[in-house]
């Protein structure tokens, strides 16, 4: 068995005692005598005297310590060896586990079927007042401005309240007010607190999703509740992607008040979740008793809730940035959203196992699942809703890039992706009309940026070349000559993009300032030498065709497809500079211009020339999130009145890549760091808290201590999980991760894997294994968890446990190798060699590098009687021992295992010979020969008196009894030390005596036989004289 690289826990000892191969003794000659001195065999076993049994990496340790070789006695001249034998462990053998597979057991719900509905003129209304607001992405601008079809709204709004809510809400979504629709009749009537039977045992989530079944009743109560969770969804994005920040941070004009503290507190959370969220109404963003100045800055947070609002928002065990503002509207937006666009789905805190067309299956959780299955009425009335998938994938999305993880969430990407086909069919199969084409170049360019960000393979490029085809552009890559510094005189070659669309653009009405959007670039110093523009020689390079907005953010898009496409070099870099630069030629959006800017600012942030620069526009950007004056917006102007408003700022958001503030600031700090700016980069880093980085910085000042003091004074402030957990990591102190657990309210599966290593490295392997199950069952899909709850199991000798968690490993990497091994070594212990095979093959396929599993593969394939590929083993074993050092460990073939062959490769071609199976026969005629080139083999490389036994064995079965008589064999029998007195020797050396007797005999040669008298007179003359 062997050890994965990405684990630090050494694979367990294996025991294969008790495996038969079942093949007969060869013959009453070669069986006679047969038990061996244990200088004959040797097995391997576990190194007792190994310093640290459970850290070894039987994988990658140079030295392979971990393997003792011992002389056992052989009782039978045939019986089947033992891969490894496994000491005696220090450690209580564990309990046979509760079986993974029952923890993981499974719960399936049939699916509501849509009831026959009629959609009256209220439904018509609200859905054509749904597509009017939300496929224009909230912003109407100057294009519609109050203009509505009259006809339809005489008759019904003086009927419905329903529709005077919607007209409403689209027209608040449209100027950006998202915080008076939440604080709106929608949410009074929507969350409204049932005081008089709360169920305390439903999260935030599960309480929404039964507000919105019982709620929704028709189709135009389902749009304003559409409504209003995009509402929420966009505050979030305002306040965490585009700014402005709703905190002025003090930057007013005398007589200039700003009131939405006040209203942000009432619905932070609103007052139906106060109890699940563990918050008092009012107390979520009062810290202070003082609210004098509340209105100057964003106040603390309660940490409580805080904490609360994040373990709900958790997926898979992974946790939520903790810098992230307001991160309730998202949890609102999203169990609404989820709840509309697919209302027979689990939500994200049920791990789904399979969603197919009339049932969906869960895994089982410890504490209960709920599930509160929709109305059929229900469901027809969310599948009338024409905008409700694509919001859900875009909050979904957000979702996704709110978590703090290595990898994305496999879980929510199954869900985006179920809605981005959901709005591929129903939005981009026969499109026809100018209309149809726009929107499905939007559907795709963020179905291919979905992609992006779950690193999706291609990353979504084919998304954005059909986005291309649809959005009437052509664009030619190419190259021109021309000047890229002030006092160049010889123009070079310079990348080009020529973008030229295939139809008029139509100039749109709307009240962009564009001057104020150009603001935002950092112009380069004076005395620099580079032009701000390449300057190209030909005039009509330097010309360039108005685009829409929408077609620049697909010149973003293949920018990202260069870059996602190609390794990041100088012709990389120059291909998305040539893109960028095509961009940064119109500013008519805020977020994508500043898009332009921010890439530009990551290619620039390599060059000496403009590496200034690059830092202040990253500086730039990241301050533009708020309203407080700063080094890059000084003034009240810069800082307020030159910034564009949120629906401005959000129209677009969702066609490009622009990361979270914190994720700005994170790669700011990292290039601060990369030049030397350690401090700097620090403060950053604790700014966002991620504290490995803060650790790493004060390291490299010279700082170690001050990380500590800097975070124990943060847990101080408000305590987060990840920073407890961060501070256990510094200290060692487990009480750290065991606060972070109850912080994240058992969610927070990073620190029982922290605790699992905590008490691996004790050596208390049964507490180890039982932290690392409930990680595996907070995040199911976290191989290196799997691996390492496998090995541990394997010492504990569970073997059942054991092969559950490799079993999850090779289902989720099907290349881990050292995975494979183990599940072949566990069957192996189980007397399962018909499972072990294929293991096995699956194993060397990935790495054939490793002894330990070519032993593995030969035992098995003798239990099985594969002889070929047994010989096959044993000589890939004869090149390792020949290529390697004795100190690797490499064993030399046992004489069982060469002659169980021997007698194996014989008993099959007699029984083929005897059935008189011509192709059977040829087939056991060419394994003898492998047989003989194996014999041949070894006795170049071994002088051990059982091969010459065998090889003259084998000799005589095939008829060649003139290469039966090997005197080497006899000779090699006296070389050993004692044999004089040795019984067991004595009758070996007598039978070989015997045998060379007969052959003399029956060839009648007398000069042979005066040679043999001599040999037999100094066998007697040595034992007499012992």
């Known amino acids: 068995s062997c050890a994965s690289n990405d684990s630090d826990v050494a694979f367990a000892f294996v025991n294969f005692d008790g495996v038969d191969f079942n093949e007969e003794e060869i013959n009453d000659k070669t069986t006679q005598g047969n038990e061996q001195d244990e200088d004959y065999r040797r097995i391997c076993e576990t190194d007792q005297a190994a310093s640290n049994p459970v850290e070894k990496k039987c994988m990658s340790n140079q030295n392979d310590n971990d393997v003792d070789v011992k002389h056992v006695t052989n009782k039978n001249l045939v019986d089947a060896c033992n891969t490894m034998i496994m000491g005696k462990d220090t450690h209580e053998k564990s309990e046979p586990s509760k079986n993974l597979s029952s923890e993981l057991a499974t719960l399936s719900y049939e699916k509501v079927l849509a009831a026959e509905i009629i959609l009256d003129e209220e439904a018509k209304y609200a859905i054509k007042e749904e597509e009017r607001i939300l496929m224009n992405d909230c912003y109407l601008g100057q294009i519609e401005d109050e203009k509505d079809d009259e006809n339809i709204a005489s008759s019904v709004l003086d009927e419905s309240g329903t529709i005077r809510r919607i007209r409403e809400s689209s027209k608040l979504l449209s100027q950006g007010h998202y915080i008076d629709i939440l604080n709106g009749p929608t949410s009074t009537d929507l969350l409204a607190d049932d005081d008089e039977n709360p169920d305390v045992t439903l999260t935030a989530s599960q309480k929404v999703r039964r507000c919105v079944l019982q709620y929704c009743t028709t189709v135009a109560k389902c749009v304003e509740v559409e409504l209003f969770a995009v509402a929420a969804l966009n505050l979030f994005i305002q306040l965490n992607y585009t700014g402005p920040s709703i905190h002025h941070g ?147 999305v957000a979702h996704s890039r709110l978590l703090q993880c290595d990898e994305p969430s496999v879980t929510l990407w199954r869900a985006a992706k179920k809605e981005f086909d959901v709005c591929l069919m129903k939005y981009c199969e026969n499109v026809e009309k100018d209309e149809e084409n726009l929107l499905a170049c939007k559907i795709l360019l963020e179905y291919g940026l979905a992609q992006h960000h779950f690193d999706i393979e291609k990353k979504g490029k084919p998304f954005f070349w059909r986005a291309l085809r649809h959005s009437n552009l052509n664009v030619e890559v190419t190259g021109a000559e021309g000047r890229r510094t002030k006092y160049q005189k010889k123009a070079t070659a310079q990348m080009l993009v020529k973008a030229k669309p295939t139809k008029d653009v139509q100039k749109v009405n709307d009240s962009v300032n564009k001057e104020n959007i150009g603001k935002q670039e950092v112009k380069l110093e004076e005395d620099t030498i580079l032009l701000d523009k390449v300057k190209y020689v030909e005039e009509g390079d330097n010309v360039h065709f108005q685009l829409t907005i929408l077609q620049q953010t697909v010149l973003l898009a293949l920018c990202l497809d260069v870059k996602n496409d190609n390794p990041m070099d100088g012709l990389t870099a120059e291909q998305m500079g040539a893109y960028l630069e095509r961009v940064l030629q119109q500013h008519d959006d805020w977020m994508v211009y500043a898009t332009g800017l921010l890439e530009r600012a990551w290619l620039e942030s390599e060059r000496n020339h403009t590496r200034e620069r690059a830092l202040l526009q990253l500086q730039a950007l990241a301050d533009q999130h708020t309203n407080r004056l700063t080094f890059t917006q000084s003034t009240f102007q810069a800082a307020v009145e030159d910034s564009a408003p949120p629906q401005e700022r959000l129209r677009n958001i969702h066609y490009i890549v622009y990361p979270p503030r914190w994720s700005i600031l994170k790669d700011l700090a990292e290039r601060y760091a990369k030049i030397g700016i350690v401090t700097s980069a620090a403060e950053f880093f604790e700014e966002i808290e991620l504290w490995d980085e803060v650790v790493e910085c004060y390291r490299r000042a010279g700082k170690e201590k001050k990380a500590e003091e800097v975070v124990r004074k943060r847990l101080m402030e408000s305590e987060t999980p990840r920073m407890w957990s961060a501070l256990g990591d510094i200290t060692g102190e487990v009480s750290c991760y065991e606060k972070a657990l109850e912080l994240s309210y058992g969610k927070f599966s990073s620190a029982y894997v922290a605790l699992g290593k905590y008490y691996t490295d004790k050596g208390d392997l049964n507490q180890a294994v039982e932290h690392y199950k409930m990680a595996v069952h907070i995040k199911p899909l976290s191989p290196h968890v799997w691996f390492r709850l496998g090995t541990l199991s394997m010492r504990l000798e569970d073997w059942e446990t054991a092969l559950q968690a490799f079993t999850e490993v090779v289902q989720q990497e099907p290349e881990e190798g050292d995975a494979w091994a183990n599940v072949a070594a566990i069957h192996m212990h189980n007397k399962n060699p018909q499972e072990a095979y294929p293991a096995l093959n699956e194993s060397l396929k990935l790495n054939r590098n490793n002894w330990r599993v070519w032993i593995s593969k030969l035992y098995t394939c003798m239990d099985l009687k594969k002889y070929d590929e047994a010989i096959q083993a044993c000589f890939v074993l004869i090149d390792f021992k020949a290529k390697k050092n004795e100190s690797e460990g490499v064993p030399s073939l046992e004489e069982k295992v060469v002659k169980a062959l021997v007698g194996g490769a014989i008993k099959s071609f007699n029984d083929a010979n005897d059935s008189r199976d011509t192709s059977a026969t040829e087939s056991a005629r060419r394994t003898l020969g492998r047989v003989r080139d194996l014999l041949a083999a070894l006795r170049t490389s071994m002088k051990e008196p059982w091969l010459f036994e065998i090889s003259s064995y084998f000799s005589e079965c095939i008829g060649r009894a003139d290469l039966a008589l090997d005197v080497k064999e006899y000779r090699s029998l006296l070389n050993f030390r004692g044999w004089e007195t040795d019984l067991v020797m004595l009758q070996r050396i007598c039978r070989v005596l015997s045998q060379i007797a007969e052959l003399h005999f029956e060839e009648n040669d007398r000069e042979q036989l005066k040679k043999f008298n001599f040999l037999v007179n100094g066998v007697v003359k040595r034992v007499k004289a012992a």
């Not at 007013?252 to 932070?268: A, F, H």
């Not at 007052?271 to 918050?279: A, G």
């Not at 169990?335 to 299956?361: C, G, M």
């Open 250 to 396: 003090g930057v007013l004009r005398p007589g200039k008040e700003e009131k939405m503290t006040d209203s942000i507190m009432s619905i932070n959370p609103h007052p139906l979740f106060t109890s699940c969220l563990k918050c008092r109404v009012g107390q979520s963003m009062m810290m202070d008793g003082d609210g004098s100045d509340n209105n100057n800055q964003e106040l603390p947070i309660d940490p409580t809730f805080r904490n609360a609002v994040h373990a709900e928002l958790s997926v898979d065990g992974e946790w939520p940035c903790p810098v992230s503002k307001y991160p309730y509207f998202l949890l609102l937006a999203r169990s609404i959203l989820s709840t509309l666009a697919d209302p027979n789905r689990p939500d994200w805190s049920q791990y789904l196992l399979e969603d197919v067309e009339d049932k969906v299956v869960i895994r089982k959780q410890n504490s209960g699942n709920f599930y509160e299955p929709p109305s059929a009425i229900f469901v027809a009335c969310a599948e009338s809703l024409s905008c409700a998938p694509i919001w859900c994938a875009r909050a979904i």
